[in-house]
C-alpha cells in the first residue's frame, strides 16, 4: 500500500505530548550563564554615555558589554552594506527594541536585575514612524549615506498610460498591508558554548546550515569546529531565517567568559527586536471593460523596511510585484517599487512574505471591478482566469513563469460547498430589517510562488545555494535513516520523509527515521522557508531513496541469482515477479551490502547510502479559491466569520492529515492580519502593541472552524507532483475576509476597508450611514 | 531573601530553598528540570506554562513556588497514565493533529485536562470558551478541539501500556 496520499499520524508527537521535546530553552550545560538585553527606548536618539558601573558590581554578573566593548566588529550580517545593524547600538538607536547593551550573569533573574541598572542617557532626535513620515520633504534622516530615507527605487518600465487612457473604465485603490509581527509562541533563543574545539550555537532557526555559514565566516573561524544546532523549534513562520545579533553576542561572550551563555528571548522584547513581517502600501490601479474584463494593471509597492534594510526585506517587494497579476490573464502590467526606511523594527519574511500582499490587493481590485461593473464577482474571476490549457504560463515577471493549475476548477469546486445564490438573498433580506445582522460573502481566487528551489532563488537572498540535500542510509540490519537539510519547526517533515522513503525503499514506515537541524549530523544543507521542504527537499529523499532502491534490487538479484529488472519488493521481501516463494527479506540484502564478498561484481560496500542535493527547475505555484462568509452586528461593529471555506491545490498530497493543519495554520494567522492583528507604531515611534495583551494574535474563541477541499494539478517541476502548502492559508485568507466584509456593507457605498477591519473601523461606516 | 518551599511534583515530594520571587514555572525547569512546561509570554496571555495545581489550571508563570508550598502540581511529564499509556487528552492530541511545533502543546494539554475533569462532555464551543487563554500559533485551534472531542469520546483510553 503507498503511503503516499495516507493518513499517517505523526512520528514527532509522542515526545511533543509527553514534555520530552527538546526546544533550546531546556538546555542547561553545566556552568550555563545567561544573557539579557538593554534594548532602545526610543524611537531615534544619539546615545550620549550608558553608565554600567552599578550593573557591573552585582554579584553574579560576569559581563556587561556596550557598542565599545565590541567596536571592532563587522555590523550584524544580512543587512545592506552601510545600512546594517550594529550587533549593539553604537552612538545612535533607530528603533525601539534595538540592544543597547547586554549583561551576562549566573542566572537570568540577576541578569535581569543587573539591566535594570544599567543607566542610558538618550539625545532625542525626531523619528519617522510610517512611511508618509519618512518620505516627506524635511524629514528626519536615518542614515545619512543615503541623503533620504528611500533605499531604492524601482520604477515603471512602461507606466501605460495610453492603456489606461483608451480602456472604458477604471478604479484605483490605495492599500496599506499592515505590519504584522509573526509570533511563534517560542521566542528567538539560543545558547552558545565556544571552547576549546569551537563554536558550537544551539539556535531557535529554520536554516541551522545558513546560520552556521554565516557565523563562521563573520569570525573567520572555519567551519569543521563550528557547529548550529536547531533542535525542536517553537514555530517560525519565516521570523527565524533572519540573522540578529543575539546569535553573535551569545557567542561572543561565551568565548570571553569560557562558559555557555544563554539568550531567552521575553514575548515584550520578541514583539519588537523579532523582525516584522508586511508593512507595505500599494497603490494600483486596473483599466477593464464594461464586462468586467481587465485590459491593464498598474502596482506601485512602498515597502517599510524597518530601520535597517535587509536582503530580505530588499525581496519582498519583488515578490509582490511578481505575483501582481494573480491567475488573471491581464493583457498589460506595469510594476514599481520603493523601499523606505523607518524608526521601526527592521520587516522581513513572515509567512507568505510578499505573496499575502499581492493577492491582497488583485482580489480586492477584482471586488472593485464587480462593484463597478455591476457583474458578480465569482462571474469577473472567470472572465479573467489564466484557463487550463496556458500553461506554461508567462506573465509580465521572469521570476514568474507559471505551471499548473486550474482556477476555475477550484472556483467550481469551492461553489459546490457555498450555497452561493442562497446567500445572497439572505444578505438581500437582512439588509432590510434593522434588526438583523448584515451578511456578507467574499471570495478569494490565489495563487503564489512557492517551493524556493530553483538556481539562483535563495542565493539572491543570501543563502549558500537553492537545492535541498537528502541522504538516505540503510543499517546493517535493513532500518533507513535520512538525513536531511530541511530544517522542520512544527511542519511534520519528519513524517512526510518516511512516508515518501517508505513507497520508494520498500520498508516498513516504523523502520525509517528522519534526522535534521543539527549540522554535525547533516552536514550541508538550506533550510525550511518558501514552502520548499515537499517540493524540494522531499523530492531529494524520493531521488535518493530510489537510488538506493536499484542498488538494492542489484544485490537481491545477484543473491537470487536473478536479473535485477526483474526483482520486485513486496512486505520487505525482495523476489522475482511471479515466484514470490523464493525471496530475500531487506534485512539479509542489508546485511550483505557491507560485506564485499556477497556482492555483485562491481559494487562497493556503502551501496545502500545515496546523498542527493536535489535541485528543481521552477518555482511551485499553489493555489486555490477560499469563499468567507461574515455576519456584522450593526450596534458593535464586530466582525464575525459564519463560514470558511477553503479549496486548496498544493498538487500531490503527501499527508492529508498534515495538509490540512498547514491550510488551517495559514488560514488562521491570514484571518488573524485581516481582523486582529496590527503592530502599531505611536507618531514618535513608540510601539503600542508590544505585549500580548496589546498585540492580538487570536484565541480558540477568536477563530471558526474550516470547511475544506482540494484538487489537484501536480507540480510538473518534480516527481511527486508536490507544490508546498505552508504558506496558502496566509496567501489566500486575507482577501476572503476583508472581500466579505466590503460585501457586506457594500450597499453603504464601502469600497475598501484598510486591515485589521476593527470594530471601530466598521462602527464608524456604520454611523457615518445613519 | 530565600525560602524553603516544599511541593509535590508528579506525585514526588520536592524540595528547595528559593529566592522568593522563583516563578513556579522556573522552579519546574530549572530547580527540577521538568522542562515539558514552556514560557511563552511575559503578561500571562499565552498558556504555555498552564499546570495542574490541586487539579485546577493554573499558570506556573503566575504563581511563586514559595506561594504554594505542600500543593500539588501536575505537569505534562505526569499527564500519561499509571501504566504508561498516554492519557486519552494526549492520545487525542495525536489522533486529531492537535499539534504542530509542540510549543503550546503541554500547555493545551494541561488545560484541556482540567476542563474534561470539570466537564467530561464538552461543546466545541465550550471547549473554544476554556481554552481562551491558551495561544498556539501553528494549528488555528480546530484540529485542537477535534482532540479534546476525542479526548471526551475516550475517556476510557488506554494503550495498554505502550508509549
Ligand atoms: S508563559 Fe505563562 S501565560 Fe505565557
Ligand atoms: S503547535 Fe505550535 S504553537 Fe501550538
Not at chain 1, 537570568?108 to 513620515?133: F, H, N, Q, T
Not at chain 1, 488562521?668 to 515611534?685: K, N, R
Amino acid at each position: 500500500m503507498s503511503l503516499v496520499g495516507a493518513r499517517v499520524l505523526r512520528k514527532e508527537d509522542p515526545n511533543l505530548i509527553t514534555g520530552n521535546g527538546q526546544y533550546v530553552d531546556d538546555l542547561q550545560p553545566a556552568g550555563c550563564t545567561s544573557m539579557v538585553f538593554v534594548r532602545s527606548t526610543e524611537a531615534h536618539a544619539k546615545i550620549r554615555s550608558i553608565d554600567t558601573a552599578e550593573a557591573l558590581a552585582l554579584p553574579g554578573v560576569l559581563a556587561v558589554w556596550t557598542s565599545a566593548n565590541i567596536a571592532q566588529l563587522a555590523n550584524c550580517p544580512g543587512g545592506l552594506p552601510g545600512l546594517d545593524q550594529p550587533l549593539l547600538a553604537k552612538d545612535i538607536v533607530r528603533f525601539v527594541g534595538e540592544g543597547v547593551a547586554v549583561v551576562v550573569a549566573t542566572d537570568r533573574y540577576i541578569a535581569a536585575d543587573a539591566a535594570e541598572l544599567i543607566i542610558v542617557d538618550y539625545e532625542p532626535l525626531p523619528a519617522v514612524a510610517s512611511l508618509s513620515a519618512a518620505m516627506a520633504p524635511g524629514a528626519v534622516v536615518l542614515h545619512e549615506v543615503l541623503g533620504g530615507n528611500t533605499v531604492h527605487f524601482q520604477d515603471f518600465e512602461n507606466p501605460l498610460n495610453e492603456a489606461f487612457a483608451a480602456a472604458p473604465r477604471t478604479a484605483s485603490l490605495h492599500i496599506v498591508n499592515n505590519r504584522c509581527a509573526p509570533s511563534p509562541i517560542e521566542p528567538n533563543v539560543c545558547l552558545a558554548d565556544w571552547g576549546r574545539s569551537g563554536l558550537t550555537l544551539w539556535a531557535a532557526f529554520q536554516a541551522p546550515h545558513h546560520l552556521r555559514n554565516t557565523i563562521a565566516q563573520y569570525f573567520g573561524i572555519p567551519q569543521d569546529s563550528t557547529r548550529v544546532v536547531a533542535p525542536d523549534v517553537g514555530g517560525g513562520f519565516g521570523a527565524k531565517i533572519n540573522f540578529v545579533p543575539e546569535f553573535f553576542l551569545t557567542a561572543l561572550l561565551s568565548k570571553e567568559i569560557g562558559k555557555p551563555v544563554k539568550y531567552t528571548q521575553t514575548r515584550s522584547e520578541c514583539l519588537v527586536a523579532m523582525l516584522h513581517g508586511r508593512a507595505q502600501e500599494h497603490d494600483a490601479s486596473v483599466a477593464f471593460d464594461n464586462d468586467g474584463r481587465i485590459l491593464a494593471l498598474k502596482l506601485t509597492v512602498t515597502q517599510d523596511q524597518g530601520a535597517y534594510p535587509n536582503g530580505t526585506g530588499m525581496g519582498l517587494p519583488v515578490l509582490t510585484t511578481a505575483m501582481a497579476a494573480g491567475c488573471y490573464r491581464i493583457p498589460a502590467v506595469a510594476i514599481s517599487w520603493r523601499n523606505v526606511v523607518t524608526n521601526t523594527t527592521p520587516v522581513a519574511a513572515y509567512r507568505g512574505a510578499g505573496r499575502p500582499e499581492a493577492s491582497f490587493t488583485i482580489e480586492r481590485l477584482i471586488d472593485l471591478i464587480a462593484d463597478e461593473t455591476g457583474v458578480d464577482p465569482v462571474e469577473v474571476r472567470r472572465r479573467n482566469f489564466i484557463p487550463v490549457d496556458a500553461f506554461p504560463y508567462a506573465t509580465h515577471s521572469p521570476l514568474a513563469m507559471y505551471d499548473s493549475g486550474n482556477f476555475a476548477g477550484a472556483l467550481d469546486e469551492l461553489l459546490k460547498h457555498v450555497n452561493y445564490d442562497e446567500l445572497k438573498k439572505e444578505q438581500e433580506k437582512r439588509r432590510q430589517d434593522p434588526a438583523a445582522k448584515l451578511l456578507g460573502i467574499g471570495f478569494a481566487s490565489w495563487l503564489e510562488i512557492a517551493g524556493f528551489g530553483p538556481p539562483g532563488s535563495l542565493e539572491a537572498f543570501g543563502h549558500l545555494a537553492s537545492w535541498e540535500s537528502a541522504q538516505v542510509r540503510i543499517q546493517p540490519d535493513g532500518s533507513a535513516i535520512i538525513f536531511t537539510g530541511a530544517s522542520p519547526h512544527g511542519q511534520g517533515t519528519v513524517t512526510t520523509y518516511a512516508q515518501i522513503a517508505a513507497d520508494e525503499l520498500g520498508i516498513d514506515f516504523d523502520r525509517i527515521s528522519v534526522k535534521h537541524g543539527d549540522t554535525a549530523v547533516v552536514p550541508q544543507g538550506i533550510g525550511t522557508m518558501g514552502s520548499r521542504a515537499v517540493a524540494v527537499g522531499g523530492e531529494g529523499v524520493k531521488t535518493a531513496s530510489g537510488r538506493v532502491y536499484e542498488n538494492a534490487k542489484r544485490i537481491a538479484a545477484h543473491l537470487l541469482e536473478a536479473s535485477a529488472e526483474d526483482i520486485i519488493i513486496e512486505d520487505e521481501k525482495f523476489f522475482v515477479k511471479g515466484t514470490p516463494a523464493r525471496s530475500v527479506p531487506w534485512s539479509e540484502v542489508a546485511w550483505k551490502s557491507f560485506q564485499p564478498l556477497e556482492l555483485p561484481g562491481g559494487m562497493e560496500p556503502g551501496a545502500l547510502d545515496s546523498t542527493v542535493f536535489q535541485q528543481v527547475p521552477n518555482f511551485s505555484f499553489p493555489s486555490g479559491a477560499y469563499c468567507c462568509v461574515v455576519e456584522i452586528d450593526r450596534e458593535t461593529g464586530g466582525v464575525n466569520i459564519v463560514n470558511m471555506y477553503l479549496v486548496d491545490d498544493c498538487g500531490t498530497v503527501i499527508n492529508p492529515l498534515l495538509v490540512e493543519g498547514q491550510v488551517h495554520g495559514g488560514v488562521a494567522q491570514g484571518i488573524a492580519q485581516a481582523l486582529y492583528e496590527h503592530m502599531l507604531y505611536d507618531p514618535s515611534g513608540v510601539p503600542r502593541t508590544s505585549t500580548f495583551m496589546d498585540y492580538l494574535v487570536p484565541a480558540a474563541s477568536d477563530l471558526p472552524g474550516y470547511i475544506t477541499g482540494r484538487i489537484n494539478t501536480p507540480n510538473p517541476s518534480n516527481t511527486l507532483g508536490a507544490k508546498g502548502v505552508g504558506e496558502s492559508g496566509s496567501v489566500g485568507a486575507p482577501p476572503a475576509v476583508v472581500n466579505a466584509v466590503v460585501d457586506a456593507l457594500s450597499h453603504l457605498g464601502v469600497k475598501h476597508i484598510d486591515m485589521p477591519v476593527t470594530p471601530i473601523k466598521v462602527w464608524n461606516i456604520l454611523e457615518g450611514a445613519k | 531573601m530565600t525560602i524553603r518551599t516544599s511541593i509535590t511534583v508528579n506525585g514526588k515530594d520536592t524540595s528547595r530553598e528559593v529566592e522568593a520571587r522563583t516563578l513556579l514555572v522556573h522552579y519546574l525547569r530549572e530547580e527540577l528540570g521538568l522542562t515539558g512546561t514552556h514560557v511563552g509570554c511575559d503578561t500571562s496571555n499565552c498558556g504555555a506554562c498552564t499546570v495542574l495545581l490541586d487539579g485546577e489550571a493554573v499558570k506556573s508563570c503566575t504563581v511563586f513556588a514559595a506561594q504554594i508550598h505542600d500543593c500539588n502540581i501536575t505537569t505534562i511529564e505526569g499527564a500519561a497514565q499509571a501504566d504508561g499509556s498516554f492519557s486519552p487528552v494526549q492520545e487525542g492530541f495525536r489522533q486529531e493533529h492537535g499539534l504542530q511545533c509542540g510549543y503550546c502543546t503541554p500547555g493545551m494539554i494541561m488545560a484541556s485536562t482540567a476542563l474534561l475533569t470539570e466537564n467530561p462532555n464538552p461543546t466545541e464551543e465550550e471547549i473554544r470558551h476554556a481554552l481562551e487563554g491558551n495561544l498556539c500559533r501553528c494549528t488555528g485551534y480546530e484540529m485542537i478541539v477535534n482532540a479534546v472531542r476525542w479526548a471526551a469520546e475516550n475517556p476510557n483510553f488506554t494503550s495498554g501500556g505502550a508509549k
